[in-house]
């Protein structure tokens, strides 16, 4: 089996994405997918490189592409933004304590929750854990797979621009053996695609993506990384949480 085959298979990607992967991962230097299948130092680790491909490809209106894996192997699982450390989403406080502790995702449900109304900022321009702790949250997600089973649903294809974390390298530097990678697959799943896709650029690096030629064949979004406090007041994404 070559190495593009043994990352396919180990990954348990959909039957949908393997032919398109396939050729998408072809462009990447054999000496360094070799390296990968060699070493294990690195996250999210090669059973959960190309998790984000586990759904099916028919639903996709939304390419989320954020920037490298959680630095936890714990919580890295090859699905940005997912952090796989977390289960439930709130406690009597507010967030939940692992919640709050992931900044970006802590800025992402606050984001989602005052773009759909459950709570507004306090006089300071804060959105407080005990303004959270006081919602009704009966009809509210509660955990954050389930979180990212709706976003799946909804049509989110969600995947880091580095799909790399490797300790001896920076992510930016790790990105440039993914460029061309992301590049093809960008191309073929514009030309797959029986709608125009929404494409999603989270942060400098995913920023990168913006200049390919094969990014005009989709509708884009551009924002800052969820780390910096900022992206909760962004009104590109709360029109997109709304």
Known sequence: ???IDTLIERSGVHDDWRITLSES???LQPD?????LRDDAWLPGVDRLLAAFRRNRSGVRYLLIGESPYPRRESANGIAFYDA?????????GLSKAVNRATSLRNIVKTALLAEGHLQKDSAGKITQESIARLDKGGLI????????NL???????LNATPVLHP???????????LPFLERLLALIARNSSRRITLLLWGKIAKLIESMPASDNYDKIVCEHPYNISFIDNPKMLQ???
């Open 32 to 36: 360094y997918l070799e390296s990968l």
């Open 25 to 27: 991962l072809s462009t």
């Open 240 to 242: 997109l949480f709304a």
């Open 85 to 93: 450390a977390v289960g439930s989403l709130w406690s009597e406080q």
């Open 152 to 158: 799946e649903q909804a049509g989110f294809l969600m």
């Open 168 to 178: 001896e390298r920076k992510p930016v530097i790790e990105a440039r053996y993914w």
């Open 142 to 149: 509660r955990t954050l797979p389930e979180l990212f089973q």
């Open 1 to 3: 089996m070559s190495s």
